[in-house]
Each structure stands twice: as C-alpha cells, then as structure tokens.
C-alpha cells in the first residue's frame, strides 16, 4: 500500500459542506479569489446522467455538481419535476428525476445559466 504524497488536507467536511483546497475555508468562506471567482459564477460542471442502480432497473435521471444549498436544490428540484411531469428527490446533494429526462434537463439547466452536460451513453 503506497502513501500519498502532498496536500492532504480535507476537501469536504460535514459540518460545512465543500472546503477550498488553498485556503482551507468553506466554500462560501473562500478568501482566495480563484475559488470566488468560481463559486460567483453560476454552473461549473454540472453533469447530467441516467442511473439504474438498486432501482430494480427502473431509470433515473441525475443531476449533479450544482453548487447550491439543501433548500435551493429542493425549490431546483420541484421546478425541474414539474417541467418534466414527473416525480423525483434530493438525495446526497444531487437531485433525482424518475425516468430518462436527460435532453429536458440539460436544455432547462442551460436556460437557467448552469453549464449542464449530458454524460454517461
């Protein structure tokens, strides 16, 4: 078993969320302006994708790396489900949507000014 080598500071943390790797601060804290700069800018790399997984095949569709609170992905998450008619969740900081809404959801996320791709096949 080999060790890493360098900055082995933590990335996340429970009781604050997402921490900046230079600073060390909370995401929302951040004194660099490299992380600001891109906490300011709505987006980043949001990815949609299709999971199966524990579903007893049936799909959902997935959407992560928004950088928003609990409540602001919850009032997300309804306004994506009623836009595409169908019921879902937020479940560990990425919204859920029932069955195959890939195209819906990247075309309302890039209405909204989020940089939304369509991953997996």
């Given at each position: 078993?080999?060790?890493r080598?360098?900055?082995?500071?933590?990335?996340?943390?429970?009781?604050?969320?997402?921490?900046?790797?230079?600073?060390?601060?909370?995401?929302?804290?951040?004194?660099?302006?490299?992380?600001?700069?891109?906490?300011?800018?709505?987006?980043?790399?949001?990815r949609?994708?299709?999971?199966?997984?524990?579903?007893?095949?049936?799909?959902?569709?997935?959407?992560?790396?928004?950088?928003l609170?609990?409540?602001?992905?919850?009032?997300l998450?309804r306004?994506?489900?009623?836009?595409c008619?169908?019921?879902?969740?937020?479940?560990?900081?990425?919204?859920?949507?029932?069955?195959?809404?890939?195209?819906?959801?990247?075309?309302?996320?890039e209405?909204?000014?989020?940089?939304?791709k369509?991953?997996?096949?």
């Amino acid at each position: 078993m080999s060790k890493r080598k360098g900055n082995s500071s933590p990335v996340y943390s429970t009781a604050a969320g997402r921490l900046c790797p230079e600073c060390g601060q909370p995401a929302a804290r951040c004194t660099c302006r490299k992380t600001r700069a891109k906490a300011a800018t709505p987006g980043g790399a949001v990815r949609v994708s299709r999971q199966t997984q524990g579903r007893k095949g049936k799909g959902v569709s997935v959407v992560e790396g928004l950088p928003l609170s609990q409540d602001e992905l919850e009032e997300l998450a309804r306004q994506l489900k009623q836009r595409c008619g169908a019921g879902g969740t937020v479940r560990h900081g990425t919204i859920e949507i029932q069955g195959e809404h890939r195209d819906t959801l990247v075309a309302e996320l890039e209405k909204l000014g989020y940089a939304a791709k369509r991953a997996g096949g």
